[in-house]
């Protein structure tokens, strides 16, 4: 049986019933704290399961990529975004990169504040060779 979630519009309380499907529109529904008819059926948040394929077809949207050759913001946000979408924590030398591109600063700048970036004595998982954001700056 569904769980249905109300809100009394008198005492202003928030409950749960229990109703069948076939019972939902059928059966007056009272406040469990008041016994108030007068209630407001909540609807409440919903998740969409995404797979990978889905995920990687919205951050390939060239409507996403606007701005991100002349603008350091837009670059950071979408890499904000993909790490997010990816749902991988991508450690601290990418949160340090992104937040810096969105508060402007430009990836040849940032290559300059962090010349260890990427570097295999630097970072504890090797790597090797510098991070390159970019020549489009």
Same mark, same amino acid.
């Given at each position: ?12 309380k ?17 406040c ?18 995404? $797979? =990978? ?9 060239? &409507?996403?990529?606007? #701005?991100? %050759? ?6 950071g946000r979408?890499m ?13 030398e ?23 970036? $990427? =570097? ?9 060779? &510098?991070?390159?954001? #970019?020549? %489009?700056?």
């Amino acid at each position: 049986m569904p769980d249905y979630e109300y809100r009394c519009l008198d005492c202003h309380k928030r409950f749960a019933l229990f109703l069948k499907y076939d019972e939902y529109g059928k059966v007056t529904v009272l406040c469990a704290h008041c016994g108030s008819s007068n209630v407001q059926r909540r609807i409440g948040r919903i998740r969409v399961l995404r $797979g =990978d394929e889905s995920r990687l077809e919205e951050m390939a949207d060239p &409507a996403n990529l606007d #701005g991100i %050759d002349d603008d350091p913001r837009a670059l950071g946000r979408m890499m904000r975004q993909m790490s997010s979408q990816m749902g991988e924590d991508m450690g601290p030398e990418f949160t340090e990169v992104v937040h810096r591109l969105e508060a402007g600063q430009t990836p040849d700048q940032i290559e300059k504040d962090m010349p260890d970036m $990427g =570097d295999a004595d630097a970072t504890a998982g090797g790597g090797g060779g &510098a991070l390159d954001l #970019g020549d %489009d700056f």
